[in-house]
Structure formats: C-alpha cells, structure tokens
C-alpha cells in the first residue's frame, strides 16, 4: 500500500528530505546563539563585576539626613 501512495505522490519523497534537513538547520541555529552568547559573555561579567562594586562603594558613603 505504501508503494503505491509513493508511485502516486512522488512529492512526499521531497518533504521527507526536507524533513531530515530541519535537525541540521536548527543545530545551526542554535551553534550561533552560542557563539553569540560566548561573545557577549565577558563584557556582560566585566559589567556586573563594575555594578557590584558601586554598590559596595555607595553603601561606604555617609548619608545626609535633613534636619527638622
């Protein structure tokens, strides 16, 4: 029964060769998201380590309370 549904739709043939592609394309897309991870990955922890330590230098301040 298949091979007659193949010799009267020689099309399904195409979609299952597209359907093996679909695995290839997305573990392609998902080796460029980390890579682009990767890169931004040191600068994001430059940046944090620069927010904590503002923090620590803003806590270290006197606070001014007004008088009244």
């Not at 380590?49 to 923090?55: F, K, N, P």
């Not at 620590?56 to 001014?64: C, F, H, I, R, Y």
Request: proline fraction near 6%; aromatic fraction near 2%.
């Amino acid at each position: 029964m298949r091979e007659l549904s193949r010799r009267a739709f020689p099309e399904s043939d195409v979609e299952q060769d597209q359907e093996d592609e679909v695995p290839t394309l997305l573990e392609n897309v998902r080796a460029q998201q980390r890579q682009a991870a990767e890169a931004v990955r040191p600068a994001a922890i430059r940046r944090a380590r620069a927010e904590c330590a503002g923090q620590a230098g803003a806590t270290s301040s006197p606070v001014l309370h007004q008088a009244g």
